[in-house]
């Protein structure tokens, strides 16, 4: 495996290449281009802080709700939108496989930078936020890096375990729009995870991605450090799918051109 990620920077311009090519299709022939990157996540804010703050009227620690939603909503919109193009990264590029010989996993990074550009342009909006709300940012704020870390970690390798999966059985790109949906609901993105009832949390922080959401409110809202126990459960959880996700996506890159 070692031999093998040594190759990959020879493939860097290629990479850069292929994640170009996912940003300008999904933009083509959209009259307000990377606009959409910012006016979508707005729109999901205005939708769901209607539902959740004013009709469900969800706590939200005190802060803002359009606050405390976006500050996990725009790392999940992220999470979301890289786990969808690395399920599909194959399939969408079947004629290309089947043509040239290079790393298949560049696919699949170049899904990961693509949504890491969306993530960059949405970003823009947050940071519009807490001026608007007058947030200030802590020192802590600067764990925010390590807990994107974790969750890069994390999404990239089921992204690896996904893509060569979904190249078997098209089945997979059918059910993970569910699947995401409904593990949005089991992460504290649109509540706060003290509202979950105490003799179920064992339960609910097995779940990586509550440890990395709610880490971001604490180093950006709460001023105070992450939960270190769950981000080192996180960091856990996705370093053994990496692991695991690139292994068996090399086991079957051979058999991919045969399939996709």
């Known amino acids: 495996m070692i031999n093998e990620l040594k190759k990959l920077p020879a493939y860097r311009e290629l990479i850069v290449n292929f994640a ?4 300008k299709a999904k933009y083509k022939q959209a009259a307000l281009g990377v606009t959409w990157a910012v006016l979508q996540p707005l729109l999901q804010i205005v939708i769901m ?34 786990l969808t193009r690395g399920t599909t990264a194959l399939t969408n590029q079947a004629g290309l496989i ?29 940071v519009l936020m807490l001026m608007y709300y007058g947030v200030s940012l802590s020192a802590y704020a600067l764990m925010a890096i390590p807990i994107f870390f974790a969750q890069m970690i994390l999404v990239f390798g089921l992204m690896l375990l996904l893509a060569p999966l979904n190249a078997f059985y098209r089945d997979v790109s059918q059910l ?78 051979m058999k991919l051109a045969d399939i996709t």
């Open 176 to 253: 993970m729009p569910v699947m995401i949906q409904f593990w949005m609901y089991l992460t504290p993105i649109m509540y706060p995870m003290k509202l979950v009832p105490e003799r179920f949390q064992w339960l609910y922080i097995l779940n990586p991605m509550v440890g990395i959401m709610d880490g971001y409110r604490s180093v950006m809202l709460r001023h105070e450090m992450p939960d270190l126990g769950l981000l080192a459960y996180a960091y856990g959880v996705g370093i053994i799918l990496l692991i695991f996700g690139y292994s068996q996506f090399k086991r079957v890159e």
């Open 49 to 82: 802080s209607l539902v959740f703050s004013v009709f469900a009227r969800v706590p939200s620690e005190g802060i803002p709700y359009p606050l405390f939603l976006f500050t996990c909503l725009l790392p999940w919109l992220f999470f979301a939108g890289a």
């Open 98 to 126: 089947t043509k040239i010989y290079f790393p298949r996993e560049s696919l699949v990074i170049a899904g990961l930078l693509a949504s890491l550009v969306d993530f960059a342009i949405a970003a823009s909006l947050y």
């Open 20 to 23: 170009m090519r996912e940003i």
